[in-house]
């Protein structure tokens, strides 16, 4: 009698585990069901490095490029050619970021059609041609012929006096960066 109690009570036991069990399995997927749709609603431009956010770090080249009022044309462009990630590479990066007087001297309208879609490609090209790995002074620049950019061309640099010239566009601030240097160009750098 009391084996067949024993064995009652262990099956009802049991049964009560099973049942836990599976309200705790289902619960778990319908989260991951919650949590797996909520992913697949964002943007997936919006993935990546350049999307997480640190309050402590020295700031990278994208960060100190966002931070700028003078550079909120700059930022949607590397925006609209989904550039984000390549600059917040661990680097060291030397960017030569040109200001809105910089994009605004362009001729008419050449802005706009840049950051169409359907110009993605060449907006790309034209960004990389202003990122050269090294982080290099603006003195320290001087000593150099030309640089190497990240789209596969050569700038050229000039020293005029104090100033100096990379692809005609003149230095006029730089920027340490967690990953690099920030340059501030006060021309846009075209590839030929």
Same mark, same amino acid.
């Given at each position: 009698?009391?084996? @067949? @109690?024993?064995?009652? +009570?262990? +099956?009802? &036991?049991?049964l009560v585990v099973l049942f836990i069990s599976c309200k705790n399995e289902a619960n778990t997927t319908e989260q991951s069901q919650v949590t797996t749709e909520a992913a697949s609603t964002e943007a997936p431009e919006r993935q990546g490095q350049a999307f997480i956010e640190d309050d402590e770090a020295v700031p990278n080249v994208l960060q100190i490029a966002i931070g700028s009022p003078d550079?909120?044309?700059?930022? &949607?462009? =590397?925006?609209? &050619?989904q550039l984000e990630n390549a600059l917040v590479n661990a680097g060291p990066l030397m960017v030569f970021a040109p200001t809105n007087e910089a994009f605004a001297a362009l001729p008419e309208g050449t802005v706009e059609d840049l950051l169409k879609p359907e110009n993605k490609d060449a907006l790309a090209n034209i960004l990389k041609y202003h990122v050269t790995p090294g982080n290099y002074s603006k003195d320290f620049l001087k000593k150099f012929k030309k640089l190497g950019q990240a789209n596969n061309g050569y700038v050229t640099v000039e020293v005029k006096g104090d100033d =100096?010239?990379?692809?005609?566009?003149?230095?006029i601030a730089?920027?340490?960066?967690g990953n690099g240097i920030v340059h501030v160009v006060d021309k846009v750098i075209l590839p030929n």
């Open positions: 009698m009391k084996t @067949t @109690t024993n064995l009652k +009570f262990l +099956f009802t &036991a049991l550079h909120t044309t700059l930022v &949607a462009a =590397v925006q609209a &050619a =100096v010239y990379v692809g005609g566009a003149k230095i730089s920027i340490p960066a």
